[in-house]
């Protein structure tokens, strides 16, 4: 997300957007008893991080093609990059599939919203749950997302983008590897 804010609000929002429907998703599937599904088929968890981590891969060799690419040109100047970014809509489906990718989230959510849901709760309730679970990160990523992409901080970080490219291709490569493995181990037979 610091990547897009530095070049385009617009697209953070999009990205935002796309990142918090998946959210919703997610939340709303272990909310209703994904995990469960994913304990008794751990071998359906391990193609979906098998999906994560070749997303996770291709996303590390398009930031690591870019940084090189560009490590002998310098800092872009502080012009508007929107136009060199593509449509809104694909930033909107780089933060969908991104989030996609991260299987973990039901995991985590799961441990979050175990407690908080009785076991046949209301349907209000499990809406109300989800709700104030994406309502909370959306204001996080809004805020950071509207407050990185202001003129100043646009400036600052546009002086660093290289950097971030390079940092952010390193870890979703060994994020991708990682989850490849799990993956794969979690497929074939033992």
Not at 67 to 91: C, N, Q, V, Y
């Amino acid at each position: 997300m610091l990547r897009l804010a530095a070049r385009s609000r617009r697209h953070t929002l999009a990205a935002i957007a796309g990142e918090h429907l998946c959210l919703t998703g997610w939340v709303l599937l272990t909310a209703l008893g994904a995990t469960a599904l994913l304990a008794r088929f751990p071998w359906l968890l391990g193609w979906v991080q098998i999906l994560g981590a070749l997303w996770l891969l291709f996303m590390a060799q398009s930031l690591l093609r870019e940084f090189l690419s560009r490590r002998h040109l310098g800092p872009p100047p502080d012009i508007d990059l929107e136009g060199t970014m593509g449509s809104a809509w694909k930033a909107f489906g780089q933060g969908f599939f991104t989030n996609l990718s991260n299987p973990k989230v039901l995991l985590y959510f799961s441990s979050i919203l175990a407690p908080l849901l009785p076991v046949g709760a209301p349907w209000w309730v499990v809406l109300l749950v989800v709700g104030l679970v994406v309502g909370e990160s959306l204001l996080i990523f809004l805020t950071i997302g509207l407050t990185v992409s202001t003129a100043r901080m646009r400036r600052k970080l546009l002086g660093i983008s290289l950097y971030i490219d390079l940092v952010a291709g390193v870890f979703f490569t060994i994020a991708g590897i990682t989850l490849l493995v799990m993956g794969t181990s979690a497929v074939l037979p033992s």
